[in-house]
């Protein structure tokens, strides 16, 4: 049976998350501390050696970007970002990191601001979330009171300053780029890239974005080692990783689970099965933007490398499952209004194509089951189009649920 295995969570609900004596007494920033201490690019080399990848979907190295930004010159200011914007559906696992232990996360971005000699940092949260801007704010309070933020930090010569900007309501504001656009104050659309944040970003300086549970990771691979950070998951996903559990789901909730164990593992051991003892009929990962897997995958390894074999994504962490009295048409139609409503209208692809994928999706309503699967075989040749042409990845991302409806789950069309 499966357990969780807690490391970003291993405190929550054991301190107040508003009391910074509670966290530092319970071992907050000690890695701070440590750090400072460090050459910027021992930081570097020690996150590289963790094997850490970003947690917000993409899993791309999260030594590279740091390195990227520590290595700009001729530069005024430095910046890291953190994006909260936590907009997925399905997806809830970093307003929990938040909530639960904001001072975690803000030692996190400190430790990433000594590794890439920034001197200015953001957290961009979503802003319904308001108790977690309320704590990250109270947090932010303490931590300058503590010396930990501010100048000449526990005595040093390093300065930051952090503070909390609330979202502006965008889905689209969750994409890095369209993020830095709105904490600029102008309209959250996406930016053509190249160039990259760690070469151009926040004010065209270089900027450092990372998620929540990706800059939480960072004060436990300084504390512990990135030995003991690597002897977790598997050869090319180390570490733990937060899963979103819903959907048909006896236990819904965040759990904290280590890289390489099985969905079917999550779903029975962490979840408790599906409701009413259904059969899981099939499961969406990754939320709107992720992937469908059906019954016969779940044995496949969470982790990056075997679902990609798979033609299947980690996303963020959702894992929405769903029973034998699931209505996949209505799944789908779902996505595609959700898509349509938060394309920012930039591109002409996403604007028109979102439209079009949902209006001829809904009109297929009371067709037979053949027609349907043909409806979607040609919906994911035009969102293969779209994605092609698109500025960003809300445009990329309706082919990913439609193409793995069709090649996995089609048999549940009525």
Partial sequence: M???TKLLTAINGTIDPLSITDYINAGGYTALSKALHMKPEDIIEEIKKSGLRGRGGAGFPTWIKLQAVRNATSVKNKFIVCNADEGEPGTFKDKKLMEQNPHQLIEGIIIAALATNSNRGFIYVRGEYGESINKLKTAINQATQHAFL????????????????PGAGSYLCGEEFTLLESLEGKRGNPRIKPPFPAEKGLWQEPTLVNNVETLSNLPHIINNGSAFFASMGTEKSKGTKLVCLSGDIVKPGVYEVEMGCTLNEIIIGLGGGLKNNEAVSAVLLGGAAGTF??????DVLLCYDKLLEQNLTLGSGAIIVFGSTVSLEKIIASILRFFKHESCGKCVPCRIGTYHLSREWENSFGQT??????LLEVLTTKAKHIAATSLCPLGQSPVLPLASALRN???LLV
């Fill in 2 to 4: 499966i357990s969780e």
């Fill in 369 to 374: 089951k053949e027609e349907k699967k043909r």
């Fill in 409 to 411: 789950v089609a048999d």
């Fill in 150 to 165: 501010g100048q000449s930090i526990s005595g040093s010569s390093f300065n930051f300053n952090l503070e909390v900007m």
């Fill in 293 to 298: 897997a059906n019954a016969s995958q779940l």
